[in-house]
């Protein structure tokens, strides 16, 4: 497998934009680590990439926008907060959507990265290796897994997946719950296993044993085929924590169609606070990410790197999630 630039910059102990400026002589670097960069390459037999090479000499005002997908409240907001930043700093956005398919992702990275200055991937169910993104060009990767390994060599925001689920079990524990059910994202995206990973670090710390987990999704569907599910249980739990706020609505829905009251009969808990989770009825108690401040922090961040050649190790930015009470959760029936 070939060397890419970040094994360089790794064995090298220095950011993937001095290896960028050593070996394209854009500007000074310190002759400790241009001697380093330069072992490196040599000793990894590292050959950089000619598109990626002519783009660092030429600014096209351009920022790459990867996303799993477009439609939606979530990436509506993440995408507004993008634009609002990107208007004022005179970038425009280029903007590919995956569909989750690690294929349209490959074409998504390759597609894009040559025709702009810096790119914001949001990959939940790859990391940057998976993606095989080989570029010089600066990135910051939005609720992505990224391994330890490789946290200095690239920017990152997450939003407090595992913390947020778990307080939001925990809620429902202080109400009186004891009976819970947790209805999974994605098996294989980094956000939905941190907050399946919460929701069960909350019950055991409080001792409970008597809970269900499902697998379901983050669309409508699932959370109505998980209620079927639900439904068809002896007993129904008396509170149910959902891996997103799509979900937990197609939950309540299916649930109230079928004769269940909403928080009488069950609490639902959902994930994002998207727009309409205020203006469902019952209202949706749910954990809000601030999305279109994440997407503005993002770009922020992305373009102190293009601008001011910032060659400072990577940054993790870890923002917290709050939990907003609304109607669909209270406490549950004696008896």
């Keep these: 497998m070939a060397s890419t630039i970040r094994d360089v910059a790794r064995q090298a102990g220095v950011s993937i934009s001095t290896v960028s400026r050593v070996l394209n002589k854009t500007c000074a670097v310190a002759q400790d680590k241009r001697e380093r960069v330069e072992k490196a390459a040599v000793d990894l037999g590292y050959i950089p990439n000619p598109n990626a090479r002519s783009l660092l000499m030429k600014s096209t005002g351009g920022i790459g926008i990867l ?24 970038f425009f956005l280029l903007i590919s959507a995956s569909h989750d398919r690690a294929s349209e992702w490959q074409s998504s990275v390759q597609s894009v990265y040559k025709r702009v200055d810096g790119l914001i991937v949001m990959a939940p169910q790859l990391t940057p290796r998976q993606l095989n993104l080989v570029t010089d060009v600066p990135t910051v990767f939005v609720n992505t897994p990224v391994a330890p390994r490789d946290r200095q060599l690239v920017d990152i925001i997450n939003f407090d997946n595992l913390g947020g689920t778990r307080a939001a079990t925990e809620y429902l524990i202080e109400l009186g719950h004891r009976k819970l059910a947790y209805l999974a994202g994605p098996e294989r995206a980094f956000d939905a296993r941190e907050r399946r990973i919460g929701f069960v670090a909350a019950m055991d710390a409080a001792g409970l044993e008597d809970y269900t987990i499902l697998q379901a999704g983050y669309v409508q569907e699932a959370g109505r085929a998980a209620a079927t599910t639900l439904l068809a249980m002896e007993d129904l739990p008396t509170a149910v924590v959902v891996a997103n706020d799509y979900c937990a609505l197609g939950l309540a ?34 954990l809000s990410v601030p999305i279109r401040e994440v997407g503005m922090q993002a770009l922020e961040m992305l373009i102190s790197r293009i601008r001011l050649s910032d060659e400072s190790p990577g ?17 549950p029936l004696a008896g």
């Design 315 to 331: 940054r993790t930015v870890n923002l917290p999630v709050e939990l907003v009470v609304r109607e669909s959760t209270s406490t």
């Design 67 to 90: 996303l799993p997908h477009v439609s939606g409240e979530f990436f509506s907001e993440f995408l507004t907060g993008l634009d609002e930043v990107a208007k004022n700093n005179d």
């Design 253 to 286: 829905s299916e649930l109230m169609a079928s004769g269940v009251r909403i928080p009488e009969d069950v609490s639902i808990i959902g994930f994002d606070n998207v727009p309409s989770a205020a203006f469902a009825r019952p209202s949706l108690t749910t």
